[in-house]
Structure formats: C-alpha cells, structure tokens
C-alpha cells in the first residue's frame, strides 16, 4: 500500500512568514508524530498524535509551533513568523497502533527561511 | 529524557569487510531500539530493530546486538558493499513514546 506521503516537497518562505506542512499517513496508522531533521544530524522529536489528540507535545520549541490532526489522519503542522533557524527537513512518521513498535517515515518537507 | 550518543560519527570500510557502530542511551526506561539507514536526501529507512527482551537479533548480513545492563547496543554489517553506503541513525524509545535519535554515522564503502 501506499507509505507516508508529505506535501510540499520543499517550501521557500520568507523570515516572519506563515507555514503549513502537510502529512498524510499509513491507512490506519493510529500513531503520528512529527520530527525535525538539521543538516548532519538526526531527527528530533516534536510532536506525538495518538488518534485525534496530541499525546505528547514536549518537543516543539515554542509556542509558534503548533500542529494538529482532527481527523485522526492527515496531520498539519504549521509554524508561524517562521525565523532562519527553523529550516531544516521535516519528517512526519506514522506507526500502526500500541502494540507495534516501527515507525515508518515520510519523505520530509524541506523548508528554508530566507 | 533519552540521551542517545553515537559513535563514530565516519566510518570508511573497504568493500566485503564488516562495519560496527555502537551507541549508548540513558533511560533505563527505554525498550525498542530500532537502527535506520538514510540515504542523501531520502527518508529514513527502518533495517533492523531489537527489544529489550532480547540481547542479540540477526536478518542476513546485519545484525544488532543489545547490553541492558551496560545500556549500549551496536549494529554490526558483514561483507559490506558498496550500496551500503549511508548514514546510519540508532535510535531509542519506551512504550509509545517518540524515538531518541543518536547523531548518525556516515559509512563509507571503497569499492
């Protein structure tokens, strides 16, 4: 079946900027969670969805970080006044349910801040 | 919170040699230990995971092996090629919680 898909691919804003990214993942995937990934390093935790409701939101950096996924599905993640040090790739990763442990990952949107 | 730390951060190998990283993590609390592969530009690929119930889990030419007690687990890739070029993430979680991601390591295969 199809993987985790996120759109855009990449987005070019500008400093003080509005951004939306999108996350679309596995049919049936009850877990969600978003990470940031910066250049040379690995993927650091955000935010986690269990259903409709954020499980775990420990991760953003501040309060211009915020997402959501109403649906229990699609999830958004949206960032406002963006500022230069926000680009990076961002990775949404879905997981079927409790009781499984892999997280499979989408293709990340990468975002610059000019 | 976790603390995952990698090592080494490069590692060139020559082609049909074996490859080890190893990495350390901090909360006693953590079970699933699941290592990806990234290529340049690409997702992150899940090769092999291990749970704390089990000290040693093998799949082809990879294999991963867990110390709970000393809190370390380390990948270990036999005969190497040279499509095993990447970079290598170790990770670490409790029950239904985010992954902790060490820094990565960039495997190198010379041909």
């Known amino acids: 079946g199809a993987g985790v898909s996120q759109t855009p691919s990449n987005k070019v804003t500008e400093k003080g900027k509005y951004v939306e990214l999108r996350c679309d993942p596995i049919s049936g995937h009850t877990a969600l969670y978003w990470y940031r990934q910066s250049l040379g390093q690995g993927p650091e935790f955000l935010i986690y969805?269990?259903?409709?409701?954020?499980?775990?939101d420990s991760g953003l950096p501040n309060d211009r970080f915020f997402a959501v996924r109403p649906e229990g599905s699609v999830s958004t993640l949206k960032i406002q006044r963006t500022e230069r040090g926000d680009s990076a790739v961002y990775l949404c990763a879905s997981r079927r349910s409790p009781g499984h442990n892999e997280q499979f990952f989408g293709p990340g949107t990468r975002l610059t801040v000019l | 919170g976790e603390n995952v730390e990698q090592h080494p951060s490069t590692l060139s190998v020559q082609e049909g040699d074996s490859a080890v990283i190893k990495c350390t993590y901090s909360d006693s609390a953590s079970n699933y230990f699941p290592w990806y592969k990234q290529e340049l530009g690409k997702r992150p690929q899940l090769i092999i995971d291990?749970?704390?119930?089990?000290g040693e889990k093998k799949d082809q030419r990879i294999a991963v092996t867990l110390n709970k007690t000393a809190k370390h687990f380390s990948l270990h890739i036999t005969e190497t090629q040279p499509e095993d070029s990447a970079v290598y993430f170790c990770a670490a979680s409790s029950e239904r919680r985010a992954l902790t991601f060490g820094s990565g390591t960039r495997l190198q295969v010379q041909p």
């Open positions: 969805f269990q259903g409709t409701g954020a499980a775990d």
């Open positions: 291990i749970r704390s119930n089990v």
